[in-house]
C-alpha cells in the first residue's frame, strides 16, 4: 500500500510539474511544439520540477490526515492558510497560481468561518481546484470502509466536505466523487475496462437516494457513455472547469497504456496544463506506477514530499 501511495502522490505532483512551464498555451501551439520531457521556466519561469498549487493542496490534505490519523476539516484549512500565507507546502517557498475560489474560501476560514462554510457553492465557482487535491483521500476511505466505501452514504459525505472546504456545488462534489469512486476500483484490483462500469453505478445509486444531485451527474454523461474513449481529441476541452478537467484526465487514461504517455498527453492538451496532468497523473500513477525516475529526481523540496508520504502512509497502514 505504500507503493501505492508513492505513485498516486508522486504521479500527481510530477505530472503538475511537467504542466506548470505551459500552463494557459493553447493545444495549436502544443501540438506544433509538444512537451516530451521535464522542462523549467516557461509560464512562472520556475526552474525545472517546480509544482503547483494542485500539489501544494493536495499535501495540505496528505499531512493533515497523516498527522491527526483522520478528518479534521479545521486542521485542513490551516493547512491551506499555512500554505496561502506562509509558503509552505511549496516548492520553492512561494505561493504561485492560487485559484480565485481556493483563494476566497482560505480567506473565509481567517476571517472566522466554520471549515464547512467557506467554500463557494454557486454554480460558477465549479473550477477544477478541489478535483485536484483530492487524490489522498481514497486511501482513507478504502482503508476505512473498504472496497464497498462507495456504497456507504458516509464516505459520500466525507468527500463532500472535503470537496466544500473550497468547492462546495454539487458539480464539484459530484465530480469528487466519480473520481474516488475510480480509485477505489483501481485500489479493489478492477481491471481498466472494468473501471467506469463498476465506479459509476455506486454514484448512480447515491443520487438515486439524493435526487437533488442528478442535474449535477448529467453534466458528466460523456463519461457513462462506452464509446467515450473513442471520442477524438477535438472534442475534449481542457479547461479549468471540473466536468471538463474530469473528462479530459480521464480520457487520457483510458486512451494510453503507460503513465509516461498518459501524462505527456494531458499535458499537451494545452490551456490547464498542470491541473489536468496532475489528475489524470494521480490515476495513472496508481494503476501503472513507473514514473519516470528521472523525472522524480527533478522534484523540487522532495524533501517536503517524501515526509508527507511517509506520514500519510503510516497512518493509512496502522491496524
Known sequence: MKQKIYNTL???????????????????DLMKNPVTDMTGYGTYNLPKGSWSDD???????????GRLKGIDYDDIMRNFFAWYKHSKFTPNHRVFDIGRTCYTAIINFHDGFKALECGLSDERNNGNGSLMRISPLPFYLFKKFGEDAMKNEKSFEIIHNVSSLTHAHKISLIGCDIYCAIMIEILSG??????????????????????DYNPALSK?????????????????????YV????????????????????VLNAVNLGYDTDTIACVAGS????????IPEEWIETIRNRKLVDKVINIFSQSILEE
Not at 474530469?246 to 504517455?261: P, R, V
Open 283 to 290: 490515476i495513472a500513477g496508481l494503476y501503472y506506477g513507473d
Open 220 to 240: 458528466y454523461d460523456r463519461i457513462t457513455h462506452k464509446d467515450f474513449s473513442d471520442l477524438p481529441e477535438e472534442k475534449i476541452k481542457s479547461t479549468g
Open 243 to 262: 466536468v471538463d478537467t474530469l473528462e479530459a484526465a480521464l480520457w487520457c487514461f483510458f486512451t494510453t497504456n503507460n503513465y509516461k504517455e498518459c
Open 55 to 65: 500539489s501544494s493542496m493536495t499535501l495540505c490534505l496528505a499531512e493533515s490526515i
Open 10 to 28: 508522486y504521479g500527481a505532483i510530477v505530472a503538475d510539474a511537467l504542466g506548470v512551464p505551459v500552463e494557459f498555451r493553447p493545444r495549436e
Open 190 to 211: 478492477t481491471s481498466k475496462e472494468e473501471l467506469l462500469q463498476k465506479a459509476l453505478p455506486k454514484i448512480g445509486e447515491f443520487t438515486r437516494n439524493h435526487p
